[in-house]
């Protein structure tokens, strides 16, 4: 899979795009991240990319005819979803980015100041994401958290797809508990289950764990879900 992405502070991607598993999948070829300067698409002499609202009120507004040539010459027609990461889009879940990470490429367009113009929406935009219901200052950390949880649905970036098939929100639930060596911290004992070896008692024990924490932290994942049978077991 390729992801473009298109922006006015490349830089912001530099470590992010070589550290930890997304550097090593980006380094093994197994997705490809594409970063582009927006400015590049500007043709007067100050690269400029922002001007005053129609309308007036405070702040500047990303121009219309920058996106637009990116956008055009950088996507390819029934190929590229071209996504705008916005506040007044639809919010982010696991479904939409695995919908997301089944397409062949998508382009990333991260808007600063009080947004882009309307217009570029109109025109060469497939759909408009939000990572949340509050404001950051640019789509670039929304672009950061679409592609890490895109590039986890690549079998292979993660290594290990079991861990990809038991995390939060697969199958609608939360993820189960987890503990690691030493065996006692603080006064707390690992659960007994999960030093007996007994591998059908160690996953009866974590659905009913993941069960539980979804009940109790966000139930609305549970409400008319088949994930509901069977109640939790004990700690
Ligand atoms: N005036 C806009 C509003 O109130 O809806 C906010 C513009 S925001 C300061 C600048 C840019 O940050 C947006 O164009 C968008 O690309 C990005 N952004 C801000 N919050 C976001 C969010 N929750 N999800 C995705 N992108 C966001």
Redesign the pocket.
């Known amino acids: 899979m390729r992801i473009v992405i298109v922006t006015i502070f490349p830089e912001l991607f530099v470590p992010f795009l070589e550290t930890s598993l997304l550097g090593r999948a980006i380094q093994k070829k197994l997705m490809e991240v594409d970063v582009r300067q927006l400015r590049d698409f500007t043709d007067d002499a100050h690269r400029v990319v922002d001007d005053e609202p129609y309308g007036g009120g405070g702040g500047m507004v990303m121009k219309a005819e920058p996106w637009i040539r990116a956008v055009r010459e950088l996507s390819v027609p029934g190929k590229t979803r071209r996504v705008m990461?916005?506040?007044?889009?639809r919010r982010l879940d696991d479904a939409k980015i695995r919908e997301l990470a089944s397409r062949p490429e998508l382009l990333l367009l991260?808007?600063?100041?009080?947004?882009?113009d309307e217009r570029v929406r109109k025109t060469v935009v497939d759909e408009e994401?939000?990572?949340?219901d509050?404001?950051?200052?640019?789509?670039e950390v929304?672009a950061m958290v679409l592609t890490e949880a895109v590039s986890r649905q690549i079998p292979a970036v993660i290594g290990d797809p079991a861990s990809v098939e038991n995390e939060s929100f697969r199958n609608g639930l939360l993820d189960y508990p987890q503990y690691t060596r030493p065996a006692v911290v603080e006064g707390l004992e690992v659960p007994e289950v999960l030093l007996s070896g007994h591998h059908a008692e160690i996953a009866r024990w974590r659905k009913g764990q993941a069960l539980r924490a979804t009940r109790e932290k966000r139930p609305d994942l549970l409400a008319g879900s088949a994930a509901e049978e069977g109640g939790p077991s004990s700690d």
């Open positions: 990461l916005s506040p007044r889009g991260c808007g600063r100041y009080e947004g882009i994401i939000s990572i949340g509050y404001v950051l200052s640019g789509g929304a």
